[in-house]
């Protein structure tokens, strides 16, 4: 081979693997007081997120050209984040010493589908998580749920835009389940001070 087809080989195989890559978050306006605020405030400690799903190293595939399809930022740390804001919402104070309250997380499901190629495609943005709770002092497991958020929509193909927007919605109706969910709150209000 010459050094010109190995050159152009080379390239077309960067090209190739190329990434696109979408800023997703979420953002403190999309947080709201819910049931999470009905208990009195609390200490609470925010384990690092444990990402857990099989193929960590994207959330999608841009079809048909088959390149990932990654965040700006990791998994983890959006739903931890995520988390955090929603706490905060609710008037509970993350802490990182002494807490009333430990909440860990592991991200079970993080992905973006597409489904068509016409004029329009549907988007399908799955997010999913599992949340555990235990006491701040003790370490006694209190509880652990999983909460799922879905997003459908239609758009153009290939829009950077709404990936974003699909997997912004999904995370948000994810952590709007955790801020709602009256056992949650329950057992965080009965942890002790």
């Known amino acids: 081979m010459t050094a010109g087809v190995i050159c ?11 990434r696109r890559t979408v800023e997703v978050g ?5 947080a709201s007081r819910a049931l999470l605020s009905s208990v009195a405030p609390r200490r609470v400690v ?9 193929e960590t190293s994207r959330i999608g595939i841009e079809m048909p050209k088959g390149k990932p399809i990654v965040t700006a930022r990791p998994v983890a740390d959006i739903v931890r984040d ?21 909440l860990s997380a592991n991200v079970e499901e993080f992905w973006l589908d597409t489904v068509g190629r016409a004029a329009t495609t549907q988007y399908v943005g799955r997010v999913a998580i599992a949340v555990a709770i235990a006491d701040g ?26 990936w974003r927007e699909v997997m912004e919605t ?5 952590i709007h389940d955790v801020a709602t969910d009256r056992d949650l709150a329950l ?6 001070r």
């Open 82 to 102: 995520a988390l955090v804001v929603e706490l905060k919402k609710n008037g509970h104070d993350v802490v990182t010493g002494p807490a009333d309250v430990v």
């Open 8 to 18: 152009f080989m080379t390239i077309v195989a960067a090209v190739g693997c190329a």
């Open 46 to 54: 925010v384990a690092p997120v444990a990402d857990r799903r099989a």
């Open 187 to 192: 057992n965080i209000g009965r942890a002790p």
């Open 26 to 30: 979420y953002h403190e306006a999309a």
């Open 137 to 162: 002092q003790s370490g006694d497991a209190l509880m652990t749920r999983r909460y799922v958020g879905i997003r459908r929509r239609s758009g153009e193909a290939d829009s950077k835009q709404t």
């Open 170 to 174: 999904a995370l948000a109706r994810t």
